[in-house]
């Protein structure tokens, strides 16, 4: 059986599970302060229906047509979170659909959201923590800058911070690079002030590789595909 064995993914899910719990425990904190986010981009529907029927709500994309097809051939009560880059073109398409977009990354982004989208949304910001060229995010020093012009919009609410580390085969060495995030958004709430402060609780961070270390430093959302559904074939 290739791929998408139902078992496999039960084992698979099990297994990630069991490292977030582990990660906790270490960590002191409690399971339930973490949620676990499915990233399903390239995989398909039946995929996502076995994960769904063993209990899993929430489940990332990073392409919005992907996403619309995805969203109509699956139970409502999934909540869909947009993880990819955004085109400000494509920002209409979104407010109806999904639960939390951790991708917002420049101010022209998030006045198209505010003029197309029809519905409030709940966003993240993305933080480039490591510099990298080729990954999305805002540089550190923008993002005092960013959450103030997000702030002002009636239709948007930033619920914390995302990131991602660059690629690297040890987890730890994504660690300093999570502390970093989770500094950023302990100086955001002092920013933003009482009353404001407790809506900024999302820390999005972790990937397969990395989500047990992420945890360890405050992780609230981890982003997990490939320990999930295995390779994907295009990306
Ligand atoms: C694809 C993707 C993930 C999942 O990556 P895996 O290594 O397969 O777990 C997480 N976050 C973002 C932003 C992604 O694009």
Redesign the pocket.
Known sequence: MTGYDPQRLHEALLRVRRTISEACERAGRAPGEVRL?A?S?THPVEAIAILYELGVRDF?E?YVQELVDKVGRLPNDIRWHF??GLQSNKARFLGNEISLL??VDRTSLIEALQRRSEQPMDILLQVNVAAEATKGGTSPDQLVALYDCARSQSKLTVRGL?T?APYCDDPESSRGHFRVLRALLDELRTHAGEGVASALSELSMG???D?AVAIEEGATLV???????GD?QS?
């Not at 982003?223 to 559904?229: D, E, H, K």
């Open positions: 986010v990233v981009k990332g990073s993880i990819g951790h991708s995302m991602m990937m397969s590789d989500f982003r997990v595909g490939t320990a999930l559904f994907r990306d």
